[in-house]
């Protein structure tokens, strides 16, 4: 009962017209950035976070949670129709979709998507929904130890489920806590790693650092992508599957679903874990397993609806434990943060409305997707057509004007210039920039935990052992360290990150 009133002041919150326009906005946007290839949620909601400065808390947290589940629907579009996963989750989507398209069943394939995407995210929500309560419930018994252990296994969990190299994985890790260290220590109000350089005092904008290393690098990778591409527009005609299609789809929707719910929730997890996760569990347990890489609908039905529950998923620790799983997220706590929201289980008793509205505002959203996602695949395929090289230019002018209105000083602008370089590079390296978003985000936090759980136990360390919660959690990452140390889990990772 307590759930329906809940759920009843969320739908009471998102059904306003304002932000019904920007639920909507979001949603279009996603479905736009997942369709246009490289140019993710993760570098889309980097350029947008300035704007939401002038936006109300509810509507900026809506429009972003809409660019991101709505991306995982855009991404199937090219994965099917042209081969070229639009967002990194539809990687595997490409896999029999596109092979699929190539034996005119391009509409049943869209279809599949769209279907096990809706049905998932809609799933996903009212997981979310269920667990927020107990888990925030929960979240008011940790203390400063609790909560350090906590981000210790989130790190550590972002390292093991990370692709390609392990080293490369710990090193972005790492180079996030140090950037996060640049500023003022919160105890001595001493400056610290500034150089001298008075911008510095007050720490790295996490603004420019998510921008630069997302945005900026992602346009000079994309830029020497080759823009032919061969697409299957004109074979979406009938989009209805036929009797066998449903019998083979509902149960890899469902396996997906549940997969990817679980995935999500994990620290260090996402979509694009969950797509590749259903994928491999589709292959194993499908009857048409020898059909897999040739057009089987099992390997679009399964890692869409994977994707999107995880998407969703997601969403759980964030808003009840204040942890972010993926640099997603991690995004999402700097928007809270740009709106002086504490994310963590607070949210849910301070500021009730904004959590169930933005929870129900996912139903709304997966409502609207699915009606908007088929109708407009040809509008979405064209903008294909424009060349890159004439684009870019104006993304890189208003990310530049965003980054500049946050504290209206250009030296913003170099630093963010400087780490799209470094982004740039970094992907030369193969090293991922998602585990350093995340070590950026969590150092400070982790810092002031840990300094706050030793100044109450008066500097007694064994403070992390001696509390039950902190201590399981800590067993939990050295399991997590165990485990990816493992030679049968090394190659595993080898071949994700290959195939991606």
Not at 45 to 60: G, K, N, Q, R, V
Not at 368 to 392: E, Q
């Amino acid at each position: 009962m307590e759930l329906l009133n809940h759920l009843a002041l969320g739908f009471e919150t998102a059904f306003t017209l304002q932000n019904l326009i920007y639920c909507f906005v979001g949603c279009i946007l996603g479905t736009l950035i997942g369709v246009l290839p490289g140019l993710g949620p993760i570098a889309t909601i980097a350029m947008l976070l300035p704007a939401t400065y002038s936006l109300p808390p509810i509507a900026a947290l809506i429009m972003l949670a809409g660019i991101y589940y709505g991306a995982q629907y855009g991404g199937s579009t090219t994965a099917i129709l042209i081969n070229i996963p639009g967002e990194s989750s539809s990687v595997v989507t490409a896999i029999d979709g596109y092979q699929m398209a190539r034996n005119g069943r391009a509409g049943v394939a869209l279809f599949t998507a769209g279907v096990g995407s809706f049905f998932a995210g809609c799933v996903a929500t009212l997981v979310l929904a269920a667990f927020a309560t107990p888990l925030s419930e929960l979240a008011f018994k940790f203390g400063p130890a609790e909560y350090f252990s906590l981000m210790v296994l989130g790190l550590i969990g972002a390292v093991v489920l990370a692709s390609g190299s392990l080293i490369k994985a710990i090193a972005m890790i790492v180079l996030g806590l140090l950037l996060g260290l640049v500023g003022t220590d919160v105890n001595s109000g001493t400056s610290r790693y500034a150089f001298d350089i008075p911008q510095l005092t007050d720490g790295l904008g996490f603004v420019g650092l998510a921008m630069g290393m997302f945005g900026f690098a992602e346009i000079m990778l994309n830029l020497e992508q080759k823009e032919k591409r061969e697409t299957f527009l004109d074979t979406v005609t009938n989009l209805w599957p036929k009797k066998a299609d449903f019998k083979r789809m509902i149960p890899s929707i469902l396996r997906g679903t549940l997969l990817g719910s679980i995935l999500g929730i994990l620290p260090g997890g996402g979509a694009a874990l969950a797509s590749f996760g259903a994928y491999s569990l589709e292959k194993k347990t499908s009857k048409f397993s020898h059909e897999f890489g040739k057009g089987a609908i099992e390997g679009v039905a399964g890692p869409e609806s994977a994707n999107n529950a995880a998407a969703q998923t997601s969403f759980i620790p964030l808003l009840t434990l204040g942890i972010p799983p993926n640099a997603v997220m991690a995004l999402m706590v700097g928007a809270m943060t740009i709106h002086n929201i504490q994310p963590g289980p607070q949210v849910m008793t301070n500021n009730p409305a904004l959590f169930w509205g933005l929870i129900a505002s996912m139903w709304i959203g997966n409502v609207m997707l699915i009606i908007l996602n088929l109708p407009l695949i040809g509008m979405w395929v064209k903008l294909l057509t424009i060349p890159y090289r004439h684009m870019y230019p104006a993304i890189l002018v208003f990310c530049c004007i965003g980054v500049y209105t946050v504290n209206n000083t250009t030296f913003d602008i170099y630093l963010t210039a400087l780490f799209g370089i470094l982004g740039y590079i970094f992907s030369k390296l193969e090293c991922e920039p998602a585990p350093l978003l995340l070590g950026f985000v969590l150092g400070p936090m982790m810092e002031e935990y840990f300094r706050r759980a030793l100044l109450l136990s008066r500097g007694d360390f064994t403070v992390f052992l001696t509390r039950p919660l902190s201590c399981g959690l800590l067993i939990a990452a050295v399991l997590m360290v165990a485990l990816v140390s493992l030679p049968s889990f090394k190659r595993t990772r080898e071949e994700a990150f290959v195939e991606e």
